[in-house]
């Protein structure tokens, strides 16, 4: 069955650092989607990529999507203690309909 | 409007006992899912619904069923508690049809169930 990994499984920055996570599929998806998880809370949708190779940026946050559609990155700029929490990538097979998610990368920034 | 809603927030349960935690959505999605999430295992879909009468399982279905009798409620029940599935467990649901909103999962604020 698909599965999503993504590495680390956890990383402590201080507050400036630079955070990247990735996250690998062993198919092909038609797209990826990307959440952030507070400590104690649920997951809240952050952005979704269609396109090979696209790059989308919010704010301090840069996301891409690889170019044979398995792969994808986020990476965050001069993190800050709002940062903290889990970071989740998520993805559909092509021509199936279930999310599947990946293992998640937790986030922590020290001040 | 009030999202996607789970009941109850907290459970403790002996073993072998059954329960059904509740899932309601008011937005008129079509897809709803399970997920269960222990420490270090992300999420992982217990089953999912692409529409009223329609289920189908996900990576973890053992010990769950599920029904989708409305557009807006998806039900879990465990039939026989086992230690094993003692979890925090979210409902989520979105938008299968066009433009931005598609595809985008919305969570409940989850179930943290114990099983003794």
């Known amino acids: 069955g698909q599965q999503v990994m993504q590495i680390p499984q956890y990383q402590h920055v201080q507050e400036g650092e630079d955070f990247t996570t990735y996250c690998n599929s062993s198919?092909?998806?038609?797209?990826i989607q990307w959440y952030k998880q507070r400590p104690g809370g649920h997951p809240v949708f952050l952005i979704q990529?269609?396109?090979?190779?696209e790059v989308k940026k919010q704010k301090r946050l840069t996301f891409q999507f690889g170019e044979a559609k398995k792969n994808s990155s986020l990476h965050i700029t001069a993190t800050q203690t709002t940062d903290v929490g889990t970071y989740f990538c998520?993805?559909?097979?092509?021509?199936?309909?279930?999310?599947?998610f990946g293992t998640g990368t937790r986030l922590l920034v020290s001040p | 409007n009030a999202g996607v809603t789970q009941t109850p927030k907290f459970q403790v349960l002996k073993t072998g006992q059954s329960m059904t935690l509740q899932c309601a959505q008011d937005m008129n999605h079509e897809y709803m899912s399970w997920y269960r999430q222990d420490p270090g295992m992300g999420l992982r879909l217990i089953h999912y619904?692409?529409?009223?009468?329609?289920?189908d399982q996900g990576e973890v279905p053992n010990g769950y069923n599920v029904s989708r009798s409305t557009t807006e409620d998806f039900p879990l029940r465990l039939l026989s508690a086992a230690p094993s599935q003692t979890s925090v467990y979210f409902c989520?649901?979105?938008?299968?049809?066009?433009?931005?909103?598609?595809?985008?999962?919305?969570f409940g604020a989850g179930t943290r169930l114990s099983v003794l």
């Open positions: 998520a993805g559909r097979n092509t021509g199936f309909q279930k999310l599947v």
């Open positions: 989520a649901s979105s938008y299968r049809g066009t433009g931005l909103a598609k595809n985008i999962q919305y």
């Open positions: 619904s692409v529409g009223a009468g329609i289920t």
């Open positions: 198919t092909t998806l038609s797209n």
């Open positions: 990529l269609v396109k090979s190779g």
